[in-house]
């Protein structure tokens, strides 16, 4: 049996998700990074994306939001503005928010980086929810 790691999610409201697997997969900003037991210790950046943990034959899937990872001995910590399970993510209700992101206006600096930022958060909560339907 292969060793375990712990994952846990914290939120700003709460700790979302404390569970053991053998697997996990995050979206970094730049890539994707997969931690398997006895990874070496690291502190990375979160993209907005799906995190997997995989147990065996069963993979479960969640958005995250951003924020940062954490891995040190086998604990992976993950912290994120928010942490969706994939079946509870409305594939509807994320192309709306895409709609509403890609309308908003951007004649400043500051008013483009929160569009490109709510452009990029719909894409990948699009991603995540058509990835659990296949």
């Known amino acids: 049996m292969a060793k375990l ?3 846990i999610v914290v939120t700003p409201e709460q700790t979302s ?3 053991t697997a053998e697997f996990v997969a995050l979206p970094l900003y730049d890539g994707e ?3 398997g037991s006895d990874h070496a210790p690291l ?4 993209g907005y994306g799906e995190m997997r943990l995989k147990t065996g034959n069963q993979t479960v899937s969640y958005y995250v939001d951003g924020g940062f990872v954490q891995v ?3 604990v992976v910590s993950v912290l994120t503005n928010r942490a969706i399970a994939a079946d509870k993510l409305e ?3 994320a192309e709306e928010l895409l709609d509403e992101a890609t309308k908003k206006p951007a004649n400043t600096d ?3 980086a929160i569009r490109e930022r709510g452009i990029a958060q719909a894409r990948a909560q699009i ?3 058509k990835g659990r339907r296949s």
Request: aromatic share 0%.
């Open 110 to 112: 500051e008013l483009l």
């Open 17 to 19: 998700l404390e569970q």
């Open 43 to 46: 502190i990375g950046r979160l």
């Open 5 to 7: 790691l712990t994952c």
């Open 91 to 93: 594939l509807k209700k």
């Open 33 to 35: 990074i997969g931690i």
């Open 72 to 74: 040190a001995g086998n």
């Open 127 to 129: 991603r995540v929810a």
